[in-house]
């Protein structure tokens, strides 16, 4: 059971270059979610989704897109990336019902 | 306006030492709380929580208590291992919003010397 996997691990890109970060999950899981962490700031949610269809913006959206077309994967697009979009990105999971949250083991991002 | 606030790390502690990390909030009605631990090179896992005031979660020897009329959950443990060693973040997750949105502290560093 691999539980939240992201990909890639590590990534650096440059300026105004695109990318998405890769989320998938085994856990049948229909809620899912974006983190970004940056020190000093603790986890700040991106997007989040109730299922496959439904996103809706967390409290820092603004350069990022999201799309759910099935239940197991939750990309995260970065259309034009920014120096200030450096972080370490999280996704995670959680099942019906409940309120632990299952987190992927993070993709860390930066920009030049 | 929802939020948490942890007190600064790093915490250094020596082995078998009381651990206590601070962590208040400010939340719309009545919040579930939540303790996280992330582990180096790894995603967060859920280590407590507690869903209503005056309730305790605990787990592995940590505890924290929900304190509605200080708005705390502190974190304690009454003998920390050097395998405690980590970074532990505060969350709350307002009833509004039905566990889709958690609002995190900035974490608090723990390093346990032999």
């Given at each position: 059971?691999?539980?939240?996997?992201?990909?890639?691990?590590?990534?650096?890109?440059?300026?105004?270059?695109?990318?998405?970060?890769?989320?998938?999950?085994?856990?049948?899981?229909?809620?899912?979610?974006?983190?970004?962490?940056?020190?000093?700031?603790?986890?700040?949610?991106?997007?989040?989704?109730?299922?496959?269809?439904?996103?809706?913006?967390?409290?820092?959206?603004?350069?990022?897109?999201?799309?759910?077309?099935?239940?197991?994967?939750?990309?995260?697009?970065?259309?034009?990336?920014?120096?200030?979009?450096?972080?370490?990105?999280?996704?995670?999971?959680?099942?019906?019902?409940?309120?632990?949250?299952?987190?992927?083991?993070?993709?860390?991002?930066?920009?030049? | 306006?929802?939020?948490?606030?942890?007190?600064?790390?790093?915490?250094?502690?020596?082995?078998?030492?009381?651990?206590?990390?601070?962590?208040?909030?400010?939340?719309?009605?009545?919040?579930?709380?939540?303790?996280?631990?992330?582990?180096?090179?790894?995603?967060?896992?859920?280590?407590?929580?507690?869903?209503?005031?005056?309730?305790?979660?605990?787990?592995?020897?940590?505890?924290?208590?929900?304190?509605?009329?200080?708005?705390?959950?502190?974190l304690e443990k009454g003998?920390?291992?050097?395998?405690?060693?980590?970074?532990?973040?505060?969350?709350?997750?307002?009833?509004?919003?039905?566990?889709?949105?958690?609002?995190?502290?900035?974490?608090?560093?723990?390093?346990?010397?032999p």
């Open positions: 059971n691999a539980g939240v996997t992201q990909t890639p691990k590590f990534q650096v890109l440059k300026t105004g270059q695109s990318m998405t970060l890769q989320c998938a999950q085994d856990m049948n899981h229909e809620y899912m979610s974006w983190y970004r962490q940056d020190p000093g700031m603790g986890l700040r949610l991106i997007h989040y989704s109730v299922g496959a269809g439904i996103t809706d913006q967390g409290e820092v959206p603004n350069g990022y897109n999201v799309s759910r077309s099935t239940t197991e994967d939750f990309p995260l697009r970065l259309l034009s990336a920014a120096p200030s979009q450096t972080s370490v990105y999280f996704c995670a999971s959680r099942p019906p019902g409940d309120e632990k949250l299952f987190f992927g083991s993070g993709t860390q991002l930066s920009v030049l | 306006g929802n939020s948490v606030t942890q007190m600064e790390g790093p915490v250094t502690l020596s082995e078998e030492a009381f651990l206590t990390i601070n962590c208040t909030y400010t939340a719309t009605g009545y919040p579930s709380l939540f303790w996280y631990v992330q582990y180096p090179g790894e995603g967060l896992q859920l280590l407590l929580k507690a869903t209503k005031a005056d309730d305790k979660g605990s787990n592995k020897g940590f505890e924290a208590t929900y304190r509605k009329e200080t708005t705390s959950f502190h003998s920390v291992q050097v395998s405690d060693s980590a970074v532990y973040f505060c969350a709350l997750s307002p009833p509004i919003y039905n566990f889709n949105k958690f609002y995190f502290g900035s974490g608090t560093k723990l390093n346990v010397k």
